[in-house]
C-alpha cells in the first residue's frame, strides 16, 4: 500500500505533462471518480491503519502526499473547464472512421466493417420497435413505459435493497424452472455492494469478480451505482425513472442470476476442473484470457432466456427490450459519429422515433460512458453492448440450442463454463 501511495504523486504529474486538448465529457467524468478516489485514501486508507497501527510511520507520510497530489489534480482538471485553463477542454471526443476500424477489428479480432454493424443495428432497431409495439398492444410505448416508471418507485434509500430482493427472485425462479445449474452455497458466492465512488460515472453496475487466476472462492460482487450526491433533484428524479425497479429486475437477471455472476462462477468451477488440458480440461491461458464476446453474449442471451420463461411479465419483457432498443441505438450512433461532417447522417440525427424513448440523464451516462470507452460493440473485456457480430452470434447459437424439444436446463448447461 505505501509503495502504490508513494507513486501517486509522480503518476499524476507525468499524466498532466503528457496530456494535450481534452474532451470535456472525459474531464468531467475524471473528476467525479477523482473524488471518489481522494475520498478512498482518506477514508478508507484510514480506517485500513486503525486496524493495523503498526504499519501508520510507513504509510501515513505516503497516504499525506498522495492526498495532496490528488487535490492538486482535481484543481488541474477543474482549471481546464474554465476559460483560460492549463489545458482547452473542447476536443471532438470521436475516434474517427479509420481509428473506429481498427479498434473494431482488434477488439473482436474480425474483419467486420463498421458498415456491416450499422446495417445488423438498423435491422435490430425495426425487429424491437416492432416487438415492443406488439407488447403495448396498439398504445403508445413512451406512455406504456411512463405507467411502468411510476409504477416502480426507487431512490437511494431503496435501490441496493431492492437489487437483493431482485437476486433472491431470479435465484428461486431459475431453480424452480431449473433454467441452469445454481451452484452450491451459492449466497456466498455473491455479494451487492454500493459502487464505490471511483469507478461511478460510466455504468449503472457492474459485475466484479475475482480474479481468473484465484484460487481461492471468494465472492463476486454486484456493484450497484446510486444517484451521485452532487446531481440535482430533476436529474436523480429522471435516472430513477429510467432504473425503475422493473428495469432493477433485468438488470440482476444480466448482471448476476443467471447473467454474469452465476456464468463467471461456472466458469471458475471448470478453470479449477481436474480434468486434463489434453482432453478438453483448464489451462492457465484459457482461464485467463477468456472470451468476452462469450461473457457479454451469455449476459444479453439470460435476459431473453428468462423473458421468454415468463419471469416478471410484461414490465420486464418491455424494460429488456428498451435496453435492447438502446444498445441498438447506441451502435447506430457510435457508428455515425466515426464519420465526418457530410456523411450521411449529422450527429445525433439518428432514430429520433427511438431515440426520443431514452430519458436525458441516460443520454449523459451513454455519453460519458462510450466517449471515453470507444464503440459499444466492441467495448472492454465484457465484449460490449452493441449488436457486435460475436455476442450476437454467440446469443444465436445459445437461442439456437434451446429448442423447445430438449430441456433448457440441459443445453444451458453444456455451454456456461466455456467463457
Known sequence: MAGRLAAVPAALATARASLGTLP??????????????????????????????????????????????????????????????????????????????????????????????????????????????ELCDGRDPRAVLDELADEGVVDDSTVLGLCAQSLEETTAFVRAQDLVTVPERWDERVRIIEMPEIHRGVAVAYCDAPGPLETAELPTFFAVSPAPADWPPERVRSFYREYNAHQLRNLTVHEAMPGHVLQLAHSSEAARSARPAAEGGPTTVRAALYSGPFVEGWAVYAEELMVRAGFGGRAVALQQLKMQLRGTINAILDVDRTRSSGGRRGRGQVAPRAADQRSAVDVLRRLQRDERAGPPAVRGPAGGYGPGPPRRDARARVAAASAPAHPAGALNRRPIGRG
Open 24 to 133: 470535456r465529457v472525459h474531464v468531467e467524468t475524471a473528476l467525479g471518480q477523482f473524488r471518489g478516489t481522494h475520498a478512498l485514501v482518506e477514508i478508507e486508507v484510514a480506517d485500513a491503519l486503525q486496524k493495523e497501527p503498526s504499519l501508520r510511520a510507513e504509510v501515513e507520510p505516503a497516504r499525506a502526499a498522495a492526498l495532496e497530489a490528488t487535490d492538486d489534480h482535481i484543481s488541474w482538471l477543474s482549471a481546464t473547464l474554465s476559460e483560460g485553463g492549463p489545458v482547452a477542454a473542447d476536443r471532438d471526443p470521436r475516434l474517427g472512421s479509420e481509428l473506429y476500424a481498427a479498434k473494431l477489428w482488434h477488439a473482436l479480432d474480425t474483419e467486420t466493417p463498421p458498415d456491416s454493424v450499422l446495417v445488423r443495428a438498423e435491422s435490430d432497431l425495426m425487429r424491437v420497435e416492432a416487438e415492443i409495439a
